[in-house]
């Protein structure tokens, strides 16, 4: 079964705050991908990485950065917190390639205060 | 025209009704195509893949008509644990991102 951890289920940080979210993945995948998910907006890719060290913007990237220094790992970084990042985050991984489904973590719930 | 299109409903049905979902999509190169679902405040899960000459499992049964660029899902016999959002999935041309649709709300009542 393919396994994706987020490290936090509920996060709550304050405006301004350098804010980190984790997602480890157990089967050496390459593919990974952050979304958020917001009411009436659906999930927004953020975010994604096909490789170590690689990675490229989605949809939007603005206010976001990430970092992939091992492949099982993959993190985003919001800079500088701010109230309108307040969302459901959620890390995906695509088991092959080619256009495989994904699969998604228990995502993560920030606010932001 | 959204890239991909669904009725987000709610749809209320009884246990033992057929259901059906339909989604449209804009990009006629899109090559793959998905339906998941989601459960209230959980994250997204696959349902199943839709393949060109329509698939099913068990009591799902999943359509695609390119020339139309339509998808659909139809649920039958449908139990209380059916209720969910469903959402329709399509990688975009490049194959490097799944655009989702904003999902279709089903309440299965006894």
């Known amino acids: 079964d393919v396994k994706v951890t987020q490290s936090s289920r509920y996060l709550v940080k304050r405006t301004g705050e350098k804010v980190f979210l984790e997602c480890v993945q157990d089967?050496?995948?390459?593919?990974m991908f952050w979304y958020r998910q917001d009411p009436g907006l659906g999930l927004r890719l953020i975010y994604f990485?096909?490789?170590?060290?690689?990675?490229e913007k989605g949809d939007i990237p603005e206010g976001y950065s990430v970092s992939r220094e091992k492949k099982e790992r993959f993190s985003l970084i919001l800079e500088s917190a701010s109230t309108n990042q307040t969302s459901m985050y959620l890390c995906?991984?695509?088991?092959?390639?080619?256009?495989?489904?994904?699969?998604f973590g228990d995502g993560t719930r920030l606010s932001i205060l | 025209r959204k890239e991909v299109e669904q009725d987000p409903g709610p749809f209320n049905v009884p246990e033992g009704a057929t259901v059906a979902f339909n989604c449209t999509y804009s990009?006629?190169?899109?090559?793959?195509f998905f339906w998941y679902r989601q459960d209230c405040r959980k994250e997204p899960k696959l349902l199943m893949s839709?393949?060109?000459s329509g698939n099913e499992d068990g009591r799902f049964t999943a359509q695609l008509n390119r020339a139309s660029q339509y998808i659909s899902l139809l649920i039958r016999d449908s139990k209380l644990s059916d209720s969910a959002t469903y959402l329709c999935?399509?990688?975009?041309?490049?194959?490097?991102?799944?655009?989702f649709g904003k999902g279709t709300t089903l309440s299965v009542s006894s």
């Open positions: 999935v399509v990688y975009n041309q490049a194959g490097t991102a799944l655009i």
């Open positions: 990485s096909y490789d170590v060290k690689m990675k």
């Open positions: 995906a991984i695509r088991t092959q390639g080619g256009n495989q489904p994904q699969h």
């Open positions: 990009n006629s190169a899109s090559q793959s």
């Open positions: 839709v393949y060109s």
């Open positions: 089967m050496d995948h390459e593919n």
